[in-house]
């Protein structure tokens, strides 16, 4: 948001209308103090001269809000005018009145500058000093300078000639117009946004807001090393417990974490580009699963949660990603109805062992399962699966499992499991059932001393592929 903020002061005589004239900038914000008392139960307007009104006879304790206007009161009870991004259509006289005070008549001019309405994000970590900078036009080179942030229903001064916020100190280098704000051992307070202001006197007094500043605090909480292999597949957890129902994300800190990756919902699996993506409330987690890992997949990550709009705490993950073909990405096991199949897979004796059936989301988080498991000591693990049924088909995930101080990664196999089912005795069975209907019909129409004779041979497949499809025909004679 593009932000330019004058501030206009004066006063106002008794039983007379006062009328002032006040400058802002095109992208800008302006913002006067009227040292009207704001008076909550009172109404309060605001209206443009031959237009329309825009704000109608409110009540409000502090603050009024309607589009990029604003009626608010500082910490000294005043009604403060407040005008986001300003555009030369806002040129013009305006009326503000509080009910049974007298009204302020108002003329706003609008000037372009390049130097006024720039608007930047800044990132600082949790504990550090902050700096940034601010610049200003070459007309205002002999104000003072100022600083004030944005609150929820407020814009307070943090910084002036007569107030000084403690852990908070402006330099201004007039032969460059610039001023350098500094914020020492940042904490999640700290957040949020800031309004570089210069106070210029001129008939009255006034603040004039040239640049706005978006100070984002990022807390690392900690640095873990994850390994995969291309081709492959794996699944990160990261923990935030003591945040669990805010937003969380993972982005590349390469990209400048332009692009953020988050669920979108909480609770649910979504894919999001090649991840899938799910944000555990129950548990604060934010769970990240790479379908197939890539070599451009490789490099350093943040794994984070929004604490609130402008503070965020995050683990830097430093992904390293092995191209190696004697890696096995998938393995088929095979297993007849009612017999017993063994899956095995090499787990390092440090490493917990993640086995589960995917799901329908082709996800495996639970480590239920039907059968048996153990690990020998040359760390292959296996699992026996006994009197294979129909349900046992399916996709196993067998996996190591690192865990880290937030953060919990898997590298996981898979194994598709087909399920063979033998029906030749049941063919059989079926085939000798036939037979003896078509004798039992043959004796039958004999006794009957018919001239017809009924014989039926069931065609068995002789291919074992073929035992599947059984065909049966019939003929009369």
């Known amino acids: 948001m ?70 608010f009161h500082n910490d000294y009870g005043d009604l403060i005018i407040y005008i986001r991004d300003v555009i030369t259509q806002d ?12 009204s302020i008549n108002m003329t706003l001019t609008v000037k372009e500058d390049s130097c006024c309405g720039v608007s930047k994000r800044v990132m600082m970590n949790m504990g550090e000093n902050a700096i940034f900078s601010c610049e200003y036009s070459q007309n205002l080179n002999n104000e003072y300078t100022m600083l004030f942030k944005e609150g929820k229903d407020s814009i307070e001064m943090i910084y002036s000639t007569w107030k000084k ?10 032969q460059k117009n610039i001023v350098s704000v500094r914020i020492s051992a940042m904490t999640p307070d700290d957040g949020g946004v800031y309004l570089c202001g210069v106070l210029v006197i001129r008939r009255s007094y006034s603040y004039s807001i040239i640049n706005t500043v978006h100070l984002n605090i990022i807390s690392k909480v900690g640095v873990s090393r994850l390994s995969g292999y291309s081709g492959g597949r794996m699944m990160i957890k990261c923990e935030h417990p003591q945040y669990k129902t805010k937003p969380k994300y993972i982005c590349k800190e ?11 919902v909480q609770d649910k699996w979504m894919e999001n580009g090649d991840v899938s993506l799910y944000d555990d409330t129950r548990a604060g987690v934010l769970i990240v699963f790479f379908r197939e890992l890539k070599a451009a997949d490789a490099g350093t990550y943040r794994c984070g949660v929004n604490v609130s709009q402008y503070t965020e705490s995050f683990t830097e993950l430093q992904l390293h990603v092995t191209d190696d073909a004697k890696y096995p990405k998938s393995v088929t096991e095979s297993a007849y109805l009612g017999e017993e199949v063994n899956i095995t897979c090499q787990i390092p004796e440090e490493h917990k062992v993640h086995f589960c059936k995917e799901d329908d989301n082709h996800i495996c988080l639970s480590t239920e399962m039907n059968g ?13 699966i006994s009197n294979v049924s129909v349900r046992d088909a399916g996709v196993y995930w067998c996996g190591a499992e690192t865990r ?25 069975l079926i085939g000798g ?45």
Request: net charge positive; proline share 2%; charged share 25%.
């Open 2 to 71: 593009k932000i330019l903020l004058i501030f206009f002061t004066f006063y106002l005589i008794s039983g007379a209308e006062k009328h002032i004239d006040v400058t802002g900038y095109s992208g800008g914000n302006l913002l006067v103090r009227s040292f009207k008392t704001w008076r909550k139960d009172d109404a309060k307007y605001m209206q443009k001269l031959q237009n329309t009104t825009i704000i109608t006879k409110t009540k409000h304790d502090q603050w009024i809000n309607e589009g990029r206007f604003t009626l």
């Open 404 to 428: 880290d101080t937030h953060l919990i990664q898997l590298n996981v196999i898979n194994f598709s499991m087909i399920i063979i089912i033998c029906v030749c005795v049941i063919l059989l």
């Open 91 to 102: 040129a013009g006289s305006y009326r503000i009145e509080v009910k049974g005070g007298r």
């Open 254 to 264: 390469p990209d400048g974490c332009s692009e953020r990756k988050n669920p979108g």
């Open 372 to 384: 048996s498991s153990e690990r020998n000591e040359e760390s292959v693990f296996t699992v026996s």
């Open 433 to 477: 059932f036939i037979l003896t209907v078509c004798k039992l019909r043959q004796k039958r129409q004999g006794d009957a001393h018919t001239k017809s004779s009924v014989w039926c041979t069931p065609q068995l497949p002789t291919i074992h592929s073929d035992y599947t499809t059984v065909i049966y025909r019939m003929r009369l004679d």
């Open 165 to 174: 916020k403690e852990r908070f100190s402006i330099s201004d280098e007039k």
